[in-house]
């Protein structure tokens, strides 16, 4: 696997692992949330962040 993949996947881990070590309790309060939510409103998110990905990546010429 090459180097900058598996920086990219460590810097998601830092990213992902700062709101449960800053605020644990904020962390499980928006997961008992997301639970709530519908499949379609899942979706939706996770579409919104793909899209937002493609377009990071697109902008600043790594695509």
């Known amino acids: 696997m090459p180097d900058w993949l598996w920086a990219a996947f460590a810097f998601v881990l830092i990213v992902e692992g700062i709101l449960p070590f800053a605020s644990p309790r904020l962390w499980r309060e928006t997961f008992r949330r ?3 939510l519908s499949d379609g409103q899942i979706r ?3 579409l919104t962040a ?6 990071v990546l697109t902008l ?3 695509a």
């Open 34 to 36: 997301l639970i709530d």
């Open 44 to 46: 939706f998110v996770g």
């Open 50 to 55: 793909l899209v937002v990905g493609i377009a």
């Open 60 to 62: 600043t010429g790594h």
